[in-house]
Nanobody, 127 residues
Framework: QVQLVESGGGFVQAGGSLRLSCAAS????????MGWFRQASGKEREFVAV????????YYADSVKGRFTISRDNANNTVYLQMNSLKPEDTAVYYC????????????????????WGKGTLVTVSS
C-alpha cells in the first residue's frame, strides 16, 4: 500500500506563490508518474500537472501553463508543485496522485490511470 501526504496549502493573495509537496511512503515506490489535480467547491476534479518518474516529461493543463511547475525528488519519493502568479480561480483542494500500474499520458492526465490519491490540501487565493 502507498500513502500520499500533501502539504504546503494555505491562504495567499492574488499574484502570490505557494509550493505544494507530496510525500509518498509505504511499499517500494516506483511509479510511472505522479501528478496534481484540483477540485474547486461545486466543481468536478480537474487535471493540473503530471510528471513522469523517469526522464523529464511533464504535462500541464492549459490554465496553469507558464505559472505552475511540477518537479520531483526521486530519492525522497516526493513531488512538488510550484505555483506562481496565483489567481482567485486557482482556489481549490489540491490532490496528489500516483500511477503505479498504468503507462500513458491520457490515463495520467484524465486521472483514470492514477492508483493512489492523497487526502488533499486547500489552496485559497484572495482577490
Amino acid at each position: 500500500q502507498v500513502q500520499l501526504v500533501e502539504s504546503g496549502g494555505g491562504f495567499v493573495q492574488a499574484g502570490g506563490s505557494l509550493r505544494l509537496s507530496c510525500a509518498a511512503s509505504g511499499r517500494t515506490f516506483s511509479p510511472y508518474a505522479m501528478g496534481w489535480f484540483r477540485q474547486a467547491s461545486g466543481k468536478e476534479r480537474e487535471f493540473v500537472a503530471v510528471i513522469r518518474w523517469s526522464g523529464t516529461v511533464t504535462y500541464y493543463a492549459d490554465s496553469v501553463k507558464g505559472r505552475f511547475t511540477i518537479s520531483r525528488d526521486n530519492a525522497n519519493n516526493t513531488v512538488y508543485l510550484q505555483m506562481n502568479s496565483l489567481k482567485p480561480e486557482d482556489t481549490a483542494v489540491y490532490y496528489c496522485a500516483a500511477s503505479l500500474t498504468v503507462s500513458g499520458s491520457y490515463y495520467w492526465t484524465s486521472g483514470a490511470g492514477m492508483d493512489y490519491w492523497g487526502k488533499g490540501t486547500l489552496v485559497t487565493v484572495s482577490s
